[in-house]
């Protein structure tokens, strides 16, 4: 298990990871070139036009202190400000800002009210205007710790009652388990609260939290997700993935935290398997290319992330945009995409317990037909 520091002293690209990083530059450029007004037709005409940056470009090394943490999503100075293509080799805390250890510590009780999901950032890029994007290029998440933690709040968890839920009937009683992680099997094992049963669950780390400052000057807590990414909770923000946001604000202002090693979908008590994380990242710049809402992509899937309340409203934000980006892609009508994302697309429920409900919409890229 890598401490933080060890991580950011010794996290090297090596070669496997060089060739990645160029490749998903060439997504980027290509994906910029897809998205940009119809001038731009080609991978090299839309890296000039775009600004993206090359692969080669600076290294930043950087573990925040606590004082240097975020707790919202805009109306935070900027703790650096980087280059397009800046590679940030750094660390996160935990979603309880480091204070719960034991199944003895309740959130209730050692927690300041206002702290949750501790963001490092936010990361001011040179350049970045409202109607660009971010591209995130997602190299590398480690647990920082050999334990994570996990919890039931009362009023907070999608089968119990809570301010917008009214239930009758008795509350469940608050809890944490302590999940210890075995690093070298890959995965977090916990006990029951009786002590008879135990289970383990595979890691799969990925950022909780990922997000820019929303529009117009808005302060948003770090418990939200919209349209400027935030606590979306959604398990493809991971390593081998780029996540594209829309700047809002000058300098994108981009933060990330809320490391999970594991989390099942809808992420229902309202806690994954939470964890201090250490985050290896590359932030490209891509000049007028708008996203209206959080997008992610690899070599083989494209992804869109809708943020709403009701659910179905939150699949809706999705499914929209995952309509035109297909349309877009293909030359078909409305209707012809709409009639193939019904049939191609998959829908996981990302969190049912947030503000607002995150469902993400995804879809093979190679099933997108061509002209015949």
Not at 8 to 16: E, V
Not at 140 to 145: F, G, I, S, V, Y
Request: aromatic share 8%; with cysteine.
């Amino acid at each position: 298990m890598n401490t933080r520091r060890r991580f950011i002293a010794q996290s090297s690209m090596g070669l496997m990871g060089a060739l990645t990083l160029r490749k998903s530059f060439q997504q980027t450029v290509s994906a910029a070139a897809a998205n940009a007004p119809a001038a731009v037709t080609s991978p090299a005409k839309a890296a000039a036009t775009t600004g993206l940056a090359t692969p080669d470009g600076p290294v930043l090394r950087w573990t925040p202190k606590h004082e240097e943490l975020a707790y919202t999503f805009g109306g935070v100075a900027p703790r650096h400000r980087i280059q397009s293509g800046t590679r940030i080799i750094t660390w996160t805390e935990d979603c309880f800002d480091g204070t719960i250890k034991t199944p003895a510590d309740l959130v209730s009780k050692v927690t300041v009210p206002g702290h949750d999901n501790p963001q490092t950032g936010p990361f001011f890029v040179e350049g970045a205007q409202p109607g660009d994007t971010l591209a995130v290029q997602i190299l590398k998440l480690e647990p920082a710790r050999n334990y994570a933690i996990s919890t039931f709040i009362p009023g907070f968890g999608i089968m119990v009652g809570n301010d917008r839920t009214a239930l009758l009937g008795p509350e469940l009683a608050e809890t944490t388990w302590r999940y210890d992680v075995d690093a070298k099997r890959g995965v977090a094992r916990t006990t029951s609260k009786d002590g008879k049963r135990f289970w383990e669950v595979p890691l799969a780390p990925f950022l909780g939290c990922l997000g820019v400052a929303p529009a117009s000057g808005e302060v948003r807590s770090t418990i939200v997700p919209d349209t400027f990414g935030g606590n979306m909770d959604c398990p493809e923000v991971r390593a081998g993935n780029t996540v594209y946001l829309g700047v809002n604000m000058p300098g994108g202002l981009l933060s990330f935290g809320d490391g999970h090693y594991a989390m099942g979908d809808g992420e229902i008590i309202g806690a994954a398997i939470e964890g201090a994380m250490n985050v290896d990242v590359v932030v490209t710049l891509a000049k007028g290319v708008k996203t209206p809402i959080p997008r992610i992509e690899n070599e083989r899937e494209i992804m869109f992330v809708g943020a709403a309340r009701p659910l179905e409203d939150a699949a809706r934000v999705a499914f929209k945009a995952m309509i035109g980006w297909v349309r877009g892609k293909s030359g078909m009508s409305e209707l012809d995409a709409y009639q193939f994302v019904s049939q191609n697309a998959h829908a996981p429920i990302i969190q049912l317990v947030d503000p607002e409900y995150t469902v993400l919409v995804k879809i093979d890229k190679n099933r997108v037909p061509g002209p015949k």
